[in-house]
């Protein structure tokens, strides 16, 4: 990156890593010199809590504000009923109004963490059903419709690939990039939204709202990406082994989140560091940079100070005392993640092989008796092979701790 930037937001994105790339670097950039830039991002609504993958955007939300300008959280009221195709090999499920506004109502517990909502600039909180419901469909086809070449959105690479494959495309869905687009139109016009950002993935829905608002407002506005993270091991940013990383205290604990992020690989740390984290950029550099036993120290610092911004300081000193407790002295410790089981449907007892399922450690009986046979599994930190074992109400009376390898814990007790 070549550029260099004269505003606070430009040269917090370049230098700690956020920035894929620009429609403009030095129309923006001096755009933000000028005075205070509304931006967005939009989150389609297709569960009930984001989850990591989505933290880069929100961490962008966030700089926004805190460089003097304002942030706008978009919620897909309107759009997650057709279903965002980028890069997708099938159609969305369609989810009824009902869900939509359920998981709406969860999405937005997180942005509250991150963002100032009653700031002298306040962050916005809204909700694209609020222009796309009333949609009159034959003056949105004359008026919006006619400023799209479909031999150009054919050209996009998020439909380009699902048409090479030979995959369908339903019109439903091929809609969706001028809903998009006509957002940001939207958005310009009630309150003179100048910058739109999001993953790589959207680059092209992006750049189609910029040239919509060009055509129908004559506005300038702009357009910023950030990749798409894959960890150092080629994965996927947001996925575990078992499962989504939420956001959402009530769809993961806060100790399991601490978890994903003390697990970092060493390659990702300081990077990380930079994204996720506040810490000064030399702070962060220190911390990648440390070598041996001293980068677990880091990763514990990137955990908490990650932790600390989703759940508060509390979760996140509480997920390390735990953890401390359960790595360093074989301890129980109070927040691992626990199965409750009744009485009455433990009858003459429940194999260790449905336990190791039911606690989350194992995704199946298959999978759950191979990590047994191969000797992965410890019972109250004492290795056990045999799958069939049994445990009645009796050896339940106190909670039993189950260890899957070095990291991962559970608890299982009675309720």
Not at 144 to 150: E, K, M, P
Not at 230 to 258: P, R, V
Not at 288 to 300: R, W
Request: hydrophobic share 40%.
């Amino acid at each position: 990156m070549t550029y260099h930037p004269k505003s606070d937001f430009m040269r917090v994105m370049i230098e700690r890593g956020f920035l894929a790339d620009c429609t403009d670097y030095q129309g923006l950039d001096e755009a933000l010199v000028k005075g205070t830039v509304p931006g967005y991002i939009g989150f389609d609504a297709t569960a009930k809590s984001l989850h990591v993958g989505s933290l880069i955007q929100i961490m962008m939300l966030r700089w926004l504000q805190k460089t003097g300008h304002q942030p706008i959280t978009l919620m897909g009221g309107g759009t997650t009923k057709v279903g965002d195709p980028s890069f997708r090999a099938d159609e969305r499920p369609l989810l009824t109004p009902d869900q939509i506004d359920d998981n709406i109502a969860g999405i937005k517990q997180v942005f509250a963490k991150y963002l100032d909502y009653e700031a002298e600039v306040p962050a916005l909180m809204l909700n694209n059903a609020e222009w796309l419901d009333g949609l009159n469909y034959l003056d949105f086809l004359r008026d919006i419709g006619r400023h799209f070449s479909v031999n150009r959105m054919l050209s996009f690479e998020s439909v380009k690939s699902r048409l090479d494959r030979e995959q369908s495309l339903s019109f439903l869905e091929f809609n969706y990039m001028i809903l998009q687009a006509y957002d940001f139109l939207e958005l310009n016009r009630r309150y003179g939204c100048l910058l739109q950002m999001g993953g790589s993935d959207q680059w092209g829905n992006i750049v189609n709202g910029i040239d919509l608002t060009r055509r129908v407002l004559d506005q300038e506005i702009y357009g910023l990406t950030s990749p798409l993270l894959t960890t150092s091991d080629g994965k996927k940013m947001g996925k575990s082994a078992s499962g989504a990383i939420w956001l959402n205290e009530d769809m993961l604990s806060s100790y399991e989140f601490w978890q994903f992020w003390r697990n970092t690989t060493d390659a990702d740390v300081g990077r990380f560091l930079k994204l996720y984290t506040e810490l000064p950029i030399e702070e962060c550099e220190r911390l990648g940079a440390l070598q041996g036993s001293e980068i677990n120290e880091a990763k514990v610092r990137l955990a908490n100070e990650v932790t600390a911004l989703c759940h508060g300081w509390e979760a996140a000193k509480a997920a390390e005392t735990t953890a401390r407790e359960v790595f360093e002295k074989g301890g129980v410790g109070d927040d691992l993640p626990t199965l409750t089981l009744d009485a009455g449907e433990l009858g003459e007892g429940i194999s260790l092989a449905q336990l190791v399922v039911r606690s989350g450690l194992a995704k199946s009986g298959k999978d759950g008796k191979r990590l047994i046979a191969e000797g992965g599994l410890k019972v109250d930190d004492e290795t056990c092979t045999d799958a069939g074992r049994m445990f009645a109400a009796a050896d339940l009376a106190k909670p039993v701790k189950l260890s899957a390898g070095k990291k991962r814990h559970a608890l299982v007790e009675l309720g």
